[in-house]
């Protein structure tokens, strides 16, 4: 069974660099052909997918936040990171990482994905 996990602070200042880790167990993330994404759904508002890196490693990202973000991974560790510059307090929200078999530019609900994690809260605030 895939299990993720996410981990990160809870609390971010404005202008500062958000960044969430993404820890995988029970299958490996270079197994093919999968993709590894960042959603996050703001209060009151519907899921947004962030990007996406793949069992290959490559990243896709929103076009609406590609200048902000970037997703990496390290294989060692088994694990997936995103990050993302400048917040402001629109970025507050609650962040999930999770797989697909296929790439989910525009997500409805996060049934969607095979497997994904509990979800983290963001606040970005002074």
């Known amino acids: 069974q895939v299990q993720l996990q996410e981990s990160g602070p809870g609390l971010v200042k404005p202008s500062q660099t958000l960044s969430l880790t993404c820890t995988v167990s029970?299958?490996?993330?270079?197994?093919?052909?999968?993709?590894w994404s960042w959603i996050r759904q703001p209060p009151g508002k519907g899921l947004e997918c962030m990007g996406a890196?793949?069992?290959?490693?490559?990243?896709y990202y929103s076009p609406s936040l590609k200048s902000r973000t970037s997703i990496s991974r390290d294989t060692s560790k088994n694990q997936f990171t995103l990050q993302l510059s400048s917040v402001t307090p629109e970025d507050t929200a609650v962040y999930y990482c999770a797989r697909s078999p296929r790439l989910i530019t525009r997500p409805s609900a996060i049934s969607e994905y095979a497997y994904w994690g509990q979800g983290t809260q963001v606040t970005v605030s002074s």
């Open positions: 029970g299958g490996s993330i270079t197994t093919a052909s999968y993709y």
């Open positions: 890196i793949s069992s290959s490693g490559s990243a």
